[in-house]
């Protein structure tokens, strides 16, 4: 067997996912290289070199690529903070070492008033109506106060207030969610807007879903569309988070889209690549387009698109990969990736998170086992069900920490189980006995992702919006 070997930039069970696809390669000897956020319990089980980069700093990253060049083939980039910070043009300047992951320049979720304005430009019909406030033209904020009420005015206050960079500030907050007057939405503003731009644009109703594509450059291959669950709480309650979960069906389609609402998908984001590969190719590697589509009875909008793989979304489709990982890198860096293969399974990914997450312990005290929290984590049944079951269940560390030999939770999502089947429903089982099986630090879950009922709901939603239209 050739031996290949790979850096992997990690944090969280986004990365674990690519390490798992990768190792269970069965045409390569895969050696793996991780610079992650903490030691990821998985990923040092797996690694030959495994070094802690607590902040994902780039030039640590760099350093620790420059040490194992003469080792290392190609590297991949799971979060998105390394890559807005350019770690693949470092690496690469300084390392020689080809990165997967869009360079500085095409990391388009650095700033989300630049994304809108750029599908203005090329595709306006996808942008919801949208209100860019900079700081520098306002005086006072009695006048910014004027210009918000004034834009609100005529949104009907159905408004989303954005920060243009990704974590800065309160984060998006949603008219009827995070606020029901006006005085909390400028509150909401304020607490942005002191750390930058604001976009404030129409809230859309519909349904969403996840488009992800690998891109060699050249060509963008489609993966199958997949469902986020943003909320914190069963039914689609409480405050939004890095996703409790998603689902994808056998196919590419979801159980509530059409095939004409895949391919308007699959048209407006090759729009998209067209105009800007026309000044780059190279730049766009890996996968620069993981849009959050919204359907509507009028066809989909853009809500945003980030410059990585998405999470959980991607650990829906890595597991179900007929072609081997290694050779789908190999064909993105030499520009010939014009299809990827998949089993035509459904899957759902299930997150467990410590109370501290979501808010869960103020909602639900009684639900808490306080003696618990902090403790370690034991995966050893859920792995002992990842063996019985074969390919069926998939169990990703992600904000999870070794120390002594024992698995401790972090203050983010901990944990996520893949479920495998023939259908929605039979993948869903098969995520949850998983789930179930992890025991310790008072985790908790989403009960209803990709319930039959949660499903049958969103196909109600858009029928209802396509009569509407």
Same mark, same amino acid.
């Given at each position: 067997?050739?031996?290949?070997?790979?850096?992997?930039?990690?944090?969280?069970?986004?990365?674990?996912?690519?390490?798992?696809?990768?190792?269970?390669?069965? @045409?390569?000897?895969? !050696?793996?290289?991780? *610079?992650?956020?903490?030691?990821?319990?998985?990923?040092?089980? #797996? %690694? =030959?070199?495994?070094?802690?980069?607590?902040?994902?700093?780039?030039?640590?990253?760099?350093?620790?690529?420059?040490?194992?060049?003469?080792?290392?083939?190609?590297?991949?980039?799971?979060?998105?903070?390394?890559?807005?910070?350019?770690?693949?043009?470092?690496?690469?300047?300084?390392?020689?070492?080809?990165?997967?992951?869009?360079?500085?320049?095409?990391?388009?979720?650095?700033?989300?008033?630049?994304?809108?304005?750029?599908?203005?430009?090329?595709?306006?019909?996808?942008?919801?109506?949208?209100?860019?406030?900079?700081?520098?033209?306002? @005086?006072?904020?009695? !006048?910014?106060?004027? *210009?918000?009420?004034?834009?609100?005015?005529?949104?009907?206050? #159905? %408004? =989303?207030?954005?920060?243009?960079?990704?974590?800065?500030?309160?984060?998006?907050?949603?008219?009827?969610?995070?606020?029901?007057?006006?005085?909390?939405?400028?509150?909401?503003?304020?607490?942005?807007?002191?750390?930058?731009?604001?976009?404030?644009?129409?809230?859309?109703?519909?349904?969403?879903?996840?488009?992800?594509?690998?891109?060699?450059?050249?060509?963008?291959?489609?993966?199958?569309?997949?469902?986020?669950?943003?909320?914190?709480?069963?039914?689609?309650?409480?405050?939004?988070?890095?996703?409790?979960?998603?689902?994808?069906?056998?196919?590419?389609?979801?159980?509530?889209?059409?095939?004409?609402?895949?391919?308007?998908?699959?048209?407006?984001?090759?729009?998209?690549?067209?105009?800007?590969?026309?000044?780059?190719?190279?730049?766009?590697?890996?996968?620069?387009?993981?849009?959050?589509?919204?359907?509507?009875?009028?066809?989909?909008?853009?809500?945003?698109?980030?410059?990585?793989?998405?999470?959980?979304?991607?650990?829906?489709?890595?597991?179900?990969?007929?072609?081997?990982?290694?050779?789908?890198?190999?064909?993105?860096?030499?520009?010939?990736?014009?299809?990827?293969?998949?089993?035509?399974?459904?899957?759902?990914?299930?997150?467990?998170?410590?109370?501290?997450?979501?808010?869960?312990?103020?909602?639900?005290?009684?639900?808490?086992?306080?003696?618990?929290?902090?403790?370690?984590?034991?995966?050893?049944?859920?792995?002992?069900?990842?063996?019985?079951?074969?390919?069926?269940?998939?169990?990703?560390?992600?904000?999870?920490?070794?120390?002594?030999?024992?698995?401790?939770?972090?203050?983010?999502?901990?944990?996520?189980?893949?479920?495998?089947?023939?259908?929605?429903?039979?993948?869903?089982?098969?995520?949850?006995?998983?789930?179930?099986?992890?025991?310790?630090?008072?985790?908790?879950?989403?009960?209803?992702?990709?319930?039959?009922?949660?499903?049958?709901?969103?196909?109600?939603?858009?029928?209802?919006?396509?009569?509407?239209?």
């Amino acid at each position: 067997m050739e031996k290949v070997s790979i850096l992997v930039v990690s944090y969280g069970a986004r990365a674990v996912a690519m390490v798992d696809a990768f190792t269970r390669s069965r @045409k390569y000897k895969v !050696e793996i290289y991780v *610079a992650d956020k903490q030691r990821n319990p998985f990923n040092v089980r #797996k %690694a =030959v070199k495994h070094v802690v980069i607590p902040d994902l700093n780039v030039e640590a990253i760099c350093k620790f690529a420059q040490v194992n060049k003469d080792e290392i083939d190609f590297g991949i980039v799971g979060p998105e903070k390394p890559i807005i910070n350019g770690v693949r043009d470092l690496v690469e300047k300084r390392t020689g070492i080809p990165m997967i992951c869009p360079t500085k320049e095409y990391a388009i979720e650095a700033s989300k008033a630049q994304q809108r304005l750029l599908f203005q430009e090329i595709v306006p019909e996808v942008n919801p109506r949208f209100k860019i406030f900079n700081p520098k033209d306002y @005086k006072s904020q009695e !006048e910014v106060k004027k *210009a918000v009420y004034s834009w609100v005015d005529e949104l009907g206050n #159905k %408004a =989303v207030v954005k920060p243009d960079k990704p974590a800065a500030g309160k984060g998006v907050g949603v008219w009827g969610d995070h606020f029901t007057i006006r005085e909390q939405l400028f509150e909401h503003f304020l607490a942005n807007f002191q750390h930058g731009p604001v976009i404030i644009e129409e809230k859309i109703e519909g349904e969403e879903s996840s488009f992800q594509a690998f891109c060699d450059g050249k060509h963008l291959v489609a993966l199958p569309d997949t469902r986020d669950y943003k909320r914190a709480f069963d039914n689609d309650k409480g405050p939004n988070t890095g996703g409790m979960g998603s689902y994808k069906d056998i196919g590419d389609v979801l159980p509530f889209m059409t095939n004409v609402d895949r391919a308007k998908e699959i048209e407006i984001v090759n729009k998209i690549f067209e105009k800007w590969k026309a000044s780059d190719n190279e730049g766009l590697r890996g996968i620069p387009f993981y849009v959050a589509f919204i359907h509507t009875g009028k066809g989909p909008k853009i809500l945003e698109n980030n410059s990585r793989p998405g999470d959980p979304e991607i650990q829906n489709i890595l597991p179900i990969l007929k072609d081997d990982f290694v050779d789908i890198c190999f064909k993105i860096l030499e520009g010939n990736l014009t299809h990827v293969e998949l089993e035509r399974m459904a899957t759902v990914v299930t997150y467990k998170a410590p109370p501290n997450y979501g808010g869960y312990s103020e909602a639900f005290p009684n639900r808490v086992d306080r003696d618990e929290i902090g403790k370690p984590v034991d995966l050893t049944k859920a792995y002992e069900l990842s063996r019985k079951y074969g390919e069926k269940i998939h169990v990703y560390p992600a904000a999870m920490e070794l120390r002594d030999d024992k698995v401790y939770p972090l203050k983010s999502r901990a944990v996520c189980v893949v479920g495998i089947g023939d259908t929605i429903e039979t993948a869903r089982q098969f995520s949850l006995e998983g789930v179930k099986a992890i025991k310790g630090g008072s985790l908790w879950h989403r009960t209803d992702i990709a319930s039959k009922r949660h499903i049958q709901k969103s196909i109600g939603h858009m029928e209802e919006l396509r009569r509407k239209k």
